[in-house]
């Protein structure tokens, strides 16, 4: 199939190797470089995903490289989607849009129909970009799976792709991966293969020379990079598997000089990119925790979003969580929803026709007065929001009080409201039942005009949720709700003048991400190989 645009293949030894950064630094490299750049992977699995212009939901990997690369991401770089909603089905996402809840066996049998799909979708980028940048999945050589295989050689052959196979040293074995890997493909994979990536090391990349020798003799294959492990840059993550690295950085203990805010680690937890941008704000330390008595070492606890939400509610009351959330607040503790975190805030959250569970119903954490039933319909639609003149004042000062913080303020005016933006992805409808205040009134950016409020707030201000994805991703919202926990919390002195910046910020690691790999991998000759200027 004659493509206008070339195309560059990142495979990989296995899951978590490393494709999904290569790619978006290639992204870079080449936007740097001139060259109009997309990514590209057919088929993707994972539960943090995000909503495009045009209401389509994604992969978050795509969506950062989409970033990397310079341009909006598109649905077109991620046609099928796969988000896990139980150890044995996932709900099927094509183009943006959710098909139904398949089983394996059921997904494998659908599977053959979405070949034209990911074939006009690679077409149609192909058309207007200079070069795509692919990402394989898991292992490029599963052989059981190779003969339903969608996004990894067969995808290759499809864009007649150059491919770049990535193992990853850290994890040990890296010669069994590469030269395994490469010597199950058939000759005509093999010759597709521009050569091997080794990332992640620790230590100086010159210590690895014989290493490189013994790989290029058995291979037959250069070398086409040794990228060291790095721990100056970070971006968002693609789905759950880095959690168990961070569950492993939690304090034990408040910090006395930054903000403490824990994120529940939930079974099917969804979107935790949410919280990123607490990650790397330097006046927040940020963990994940699943045990209950944990809850007491943070100033606000948040609950993220989730792809099985009354499993996951179920979880928190079987586990003790929900008690000790519950106790928390009661004593003076600030907890906040997002999405499925925010439906757990209520009375109840109800699937009577089993949508997403057939737990059919569950009680809620009860700090909210409002409950959720679930219905088919999925919206996914970008929004733009502002605050509700009822509730800005819980977001100026604590207990509702405005006066203790507008003369620190950067706005002259509280009474303007300001414009966020996010995106939803939710399948249920939340209804307030008592005393509490609705929050957003949000304009869904999806083609239609709608215009409705979205979220609540306890009348005490220490409890809140909202379907709105990304909204601490708005500086200024942030910064705000941060001022607020500090004052509450007995840190106003923690916070740093002026504030952090997340979207400038994203774009120095994409900038650091593509000096690294640049420095560490022969760009020359890679697109030498794909007919590029070398300059």
């Not at 490299?29 to 045009?54: C, E, H, W």
């Not at 209520?346 to 569970?357: A, T």
Request: glycine share 10%; hydrophobic share 40%; proline share 4%.
């Amino acid at each position: 199939m004659k493509q206008q645009a070339r195309s560059l293949m990142f495979l990989g030894t296995g899951s978590d190797v490393g494709k999904s950064i290569l790619a978006a630094a290639y992204c870079r490299i080449l936007r740097q470089d001139g060259y109009r750049v997309a990514p590209f992977k057919a088929q993707n699995m994972a539960l943090n995903s995000f909503i495009t212009r045009q209401g389509g939901e994604m992969g978050r990997a795509q969506v950062v490289q989409a970033e990397a690369a310079g341009i909006e991401p598109h649905v077109d770089m991620n046609p099928v989607l796969l988000k896990p909603t139980s150890q044995m089905g996932s709900q099927v996402i094509v183009l943006g849009k959710a098909v139904g809840n398949f089983s394996a066996l059921e997904y494998y049998q659908y599977k053959h129909k979405l070949l034209p799909v990911v074939r006009d979708s690679y077409r149609r980028l192909a058309r207007d970009h200079d070069v795509i940048v692919l990402e394989g999945a898991g292992s490029a050589v599963e052989l059981n799976l190779k003969e339903h295989d969608l996004v990894n050689m067969a995808m290759a052959e499809m864009a007649d792709a150059h491919c770049i196979l990535v193992g990853d040293i850290d994890r040990g074995g890296i010669f069994a991966a590469l030269l395994g890997s490469f010597m199950l493909l058939n000759a005509r994979e093999q010759a597709r293969i521009l050569g091997f990536m080794v990332n992640k090391l620790r230590g100086d990349p010159r210590l690895f020379a014989n290493g490189t020798e013994i790989l290029e003799a058995r291979s037959g294959k250069p070398v086409l990079g040794v990228i060291p492990y790095f721990d100056h840059i970070a971006l968002p993550e693609e789905d759950s598997v880095a959690l168990g690295r961070r569950m492993r950085q939690n304090p034990s203990a408040k910090s006395r000089d930054r903000l403490a805010i824990g994120i529940v680690r939930l079974p099917f937890i969804s979107n935790y990119t949410d919280f990123d941008c607490f990650e790397q704000d330097p006046q927040v330390e940020l963990s994940y925790f699943d045990a209950p008595p944990r809850v007491f070492a943070y100033d606000a606890v948040m609950l993220p979003g989730s792809k099985n939400t009354l499993e996951d509610l179920d979880f928190l009351r079987r586990s003790g969580l929900a008690d000790a959330i519950a106790a928390f607040y009661k004593c003076g503790g600030t907890v906040v929803g997002i999405c499925g975190g925010y439906q757990m805030l209520g009375h109840s959250v109800k699937d009577p026709g089993g949508v997403e569970s057939k737990l059919g119903v569950v009680p809620g954490l009860g700090l909210l007065e409002m409950e959720t039933e679930m219905f088919p319909h999925k919206v996914t639609s970008q929004v733009e929001a502002s605050l509700l003149k009822e509730a800005r004042a819980y977001f100026s000062a604590p207990e509702g009080k405005p006066s203790e913080v507008d003369a620190r303020s950067h706005d002259n005016d509280r009474d303007v409201p300001r414009r966020l933006r996010g995106y939803e992805i939710h399948m249920g409808q939340s209804v307030p039942r008592g005393a509490c205040r609705e929050l957003f009134r949000i304009h869904r950016r999806d083609g239609c005009t709608v215009h409705v409020t979205d979220g609540l707030i306890g009348m005490d201000g220490r409890v809140w949720g909202t379907y709105i994805h990304g909204i601490f991703d708005n500086d200024r919202f942030r910064r705000d709700f941060l001022q607020v926990l500090s004052i509450r919390s007995g840190k106003d002195g923690a916070l740093l003048s002026g504030g952090f910046a997340y979207e400038h910020w994203k774009e120095q690691q994409y900038d650091l991400l593509a000096e690294h790999v640049r420095r560490h991998t022969d760009v020359a000759r890679i697109y030498r190989a794909m007919g590029l200027y070398t300059g």
